[in-house]
């Protein structure tokens, strides 16, 4: 029980607004899968056609092979929780996590066993005879989400319910909910614009913007080869560095044109470069070093910004052409603001995107 | 010597709420000086004093020894930027930034300058001619603050200035205001609840915790040795990690921690001789690893949960009654509920009194 396939599904609001064009993805039984994407990107029209909240469009969905475009939400056996906790203000954190249970009229010792249960599972135990009000955002959050997971369902959904929370009960609800979902086997579909979330709790990630799917990859996947600029610049904090760089000639070798530097493919450690003459070259800011300027050979620059951060240090190098490079450094780093600096990329950690489709080049 | 802008023993004592109590501190002229704390620290309670806008109850603020206790707020040569940004909305961005030039009566020359030049330190010089209601809420709050930085002043107040922009731009605007205040030399006092912040920025650090100064200095020493368990967890994602012991002792460099009949043993620890009760051992995710094998100075847990995060994997370690967190590279994989073995570093350890949350142990 738990399988999800969504075929060619369209939203479109008042006959003219593309809010989802036409996505297609299918996700099995224990899958954890994130819609990701900044606000406006469909990702919430999607899991309310999944939830039967809103109207398909176009295209179909099947929940465990069934089609459910016609089904009523509470005929398509999903569980739901929001953004907004939604609960009872009359009833405990018990009554109000029984609650789907009671509805099914399933006897009393076996409530008591599953809502136990689930409690002890998300940390709220000591809250059961509690009120909502009287309790943290957090707790009341768990509790919404404990009256989600309490009941059997093929497909849980989640929409942006670590949203309210303040950021130590966000971190640790999202450790909570990866768990529970684990050692359950729950089939779940969660909606969220924070890629630090998605990442942490997905088994699969689909990105969205403008009502299109750009990537669909494991957090690995997206965060190692983004399929194009968009996914690049919204996955990682701080983003991917992207640099427009020129392929020149020179007296019958070739170098690329980075910054006000030129340095050859060997110079970068690099295979070959795209046989474009401008593309975009783009690595992680974990993956810029900085180089010895008397032994090697690199991108010249100088330091605009630098901060110690405890652990790690982080500095923005401005190049010749006005273009930022972010880097990430040991805590052990120490630059001068405005100080000349030679930078290096990790060979095997480089990628190229094209400007016009801005999709990532991979045959080389 | 007396310091430029010297805070002493400020309280403020509200009827019902938590004011502040006993605060005092002083920043060096040009320096930069950052207020971190929860909501409800006195953060901006302390800030609003300093501005003249809220009375104190008792202790005063001097400028150059010079009391300020009766010097109304618009006679105090400072200059204050708010959390919302309070703008005019019927003047454009350009006119929002001179006002406070206007009723100075400057040249209209001199004017232009001091604008375009705040503006483009702060990059919004593309946008001086549109009104505020035609700009990002980014580019609102980097208005607001170019009018309070064009005003030559003796001193800055900034109450969270950036908290309202969206993650990627805050930690853009982050690495900039560091160049801005260098580029200005004036002396500064900037509020903020983000610790990533109040690293980065800061010359003098000071936490606050409900009313009170917890601790003060350098932000790196701050961040290797905290007071308290509450300064500890403030600075560093993920926080320290604090393990709870019934007792201990340290003897011969060998520190013992008890928790019933189980022992544990940690070896060749930079603490003086010393027996304690109830303990928290402390230690940060990047000083300990994970072994699937016992060993010396390892503490048997289970991997809770683990998340993967951008390239490397946060796992959730369970201990006793306990969780902590430890970074590893994607190389290293444990399973949900495997036993595993945390071996520390035994010279990076803390130890902080259960009761009170005050850091114990004389290093050697």
């Excluded at chain 1, 396939?5 to 609001?13: A, D, Q, T």
């Excluded at chain 1, 906790?85 to 009393?108: C, F, G, Q, S, W």
């Excluded at chain 2, 430029?4 to 400020?10: A, D, G, N």
């Excluded at chain 2, 009375?55 to 109304?72: A, D, H, I, M, W």
Aim: one cysteine or more.
């Amino acid at each position: 029980m738990g399988h999800v396939e969504l075929r060619n599904v369209w939203k479109i609001y008042d006959k003219s607004f593309e809010a989802v064009k036409g996505i297609s993805v299918s996700f099995s039984d224990g899958e954890f899968v994130s819609l990701l994407g900044p606000s406006g990107c469909g990702k919430t029209s999607t899991l309310r056609m999944v939830a039967g909240l809103e109207e398909i469009s176009r295209g179909e969905i099947f929940i465990d092979s069934i089609k459910v475009n016609d089904l009523e939400p509470g005929d398509r056996n999903v569980a739901m929780a929001f953004e907004a906790y939604a609960l009872y203000p009359h009833l405990t954190v018990y009554e109000n996590i029984a609650y789907p249970l009671r509805i099914r009229k399933i006897a009393d010792s076996e409530i008591k066993t599953r809502v136990n249960e689930m409690c002890e599972s998300l940390g709220i135990t000591k809250y059961v005879n509690e009120f909502p009000s009287s309790l943290s955002g957090g707790v009341q959050q768990s509790t919404g989400l404990a009256r989600a997971l309490v009941r059997p369902a093929s497909l849980y959904l989640l929409d942006e319910v670590l949203s309210h929370l303040d950021a130590a009960e966000r971190t640790m609800l999202r450790a909570e909910i990866r768990r529970v979902q684990k050692l359950m086997n729950l089939t779940a579909l969660f909606v969220t614009h924070d890629q630090l979330e998605a990442m942490a709790m997905s088994d699969r990630i689909i990105v969205m913007n403008d009502g299109i799917i750009h990537q669909i990859g494991t957090p690995e996947e997206i965060y190692d080869s983004p399929e194009d600029l968009f996914v690049a610049g919204f996955v990682g904090e701080p983003p991917m560095n992207t640099l427009r760089v020129k392929r020149i000639t020179e007296d019958g070798k070739e170098y690329l044109q980075i910054g006000s530097s030129k340095l050859t493919s060997a110079e970068l450690g690099l295979k070959a470069f795209p046989q474009k003459s401008e593309f975009i070259i783009a690595m992680r800011p974990k993956y810029v070093g900085l180089l010895d300027s008397s032994k090697q050979k690199g991108v010249e620059g100088s330091v605009h910004t630098f901060e110690n951060l405890g652990d790690y240090t982080q500095a923005a190098i401005e190049l010749e052409s006005g273009d930022i490079v972010f880097m990430i450094g040991d805590v052990d780093l120490r630059l001068q603001l405005d100080e000349k600096v030679i930078l290096g990329f990790v060979p095997e950690k480089v990628l190229f995107y094209d400007i016009e489709t801005t999709k990532q080049i991979k045959d080389i | 010597m007396a310091e430029y802008l010297e805070i002493k023993s400020l309280s403020k004592e509200y009827s019902k709420a938590t004011g502040i109590s006993d605060i005092s501190f002083s920043c060096s002229e040009g320096s930069f000086t950052v207020i971190l704390g929860p909501s409800g620290a006195g953060k901006s309670t302390t800030l609003n004093i300093i501005a003249g806008i809220l009375q104190e109850t008792s202790g005063e603020v001097l400028l150059k020894s010079e009391p300020l206790g009766r010097v109304p707020p618009q006679k105090r040569r400072m200059s204050m930027v708010f959390e919302d940004y309070a703008l005019y909305p019927t003047f454009s961005v350009f006119e929002n930034i001179a006002s406070p030039l206007r009723v100075r009566s400057f040249s209209e020359n001199d004017i232009k300058k001091k604008v375009i030049s705040i503006a483009s330190m702060l990059g919004i010089e593309e946008h001086l001619d549109k009104l505020p209601s035609q700009v990002s809420g980014g580019q609102k709050q980097r208005t607001a603050l170019a009018r309070c930085l064009v005003r030559d002043a003796d001193f800055y107040l900034l109450d969270e200035p950036i908290a309202h922009l969206d993650a990627k731009l805050r930690h853009r605007m982050r690495g900039e205001f560091k160049r801005i205040h260098r580029e200005l030399g004036k002396t500064m006092i900037y509020v903020s609840h983000d610790y990533r912040e109040a690293l980065a920025l800061a010359d003098n650090l000071l936490i606050f915790n409900e009313g009170r100064l917890e601790q003060s200095g350098n932000p790196q020493e701050v961040f290797s040795n905290p007071k308290n368990t509450f300064v500890a967890t403030l600075l560093g994602e993920p926080p320290m990690n604090l393990i709870n012991y019934q007792s201990g002792s340290v003897k011969n460099a060998c520190l013992i921690l008890k928790n019933g009949s189980e022992s544990t043993e940690l070896k060749g620890v930079n603490f003086a001789d010393i027996e304690f009760g109830r303990v928290l051992l402390g230690f940060r995710h990047f000083s300990v690893s994970i072994h699937d094998q016992v060993g010396s100075n390892r503490i048997p847990g289970f991997v809770y949960v683990w998340e993967p995060i951008e390239d490397t994997i946060t796992y959730t370690i369970s201990i006793g009654e306990d969780l902590v967190k430890v970074v590893t590279t994607r190389s290293e994989h444990f399973e949900l509920n495997q036993n595993v073995y945390l071996e520390m570093d035994p010279k990076a350890l803390y130890l902080f009194d259960a009761e009170t949350g005050n850091r114990i142990g004389t290093r050697v």
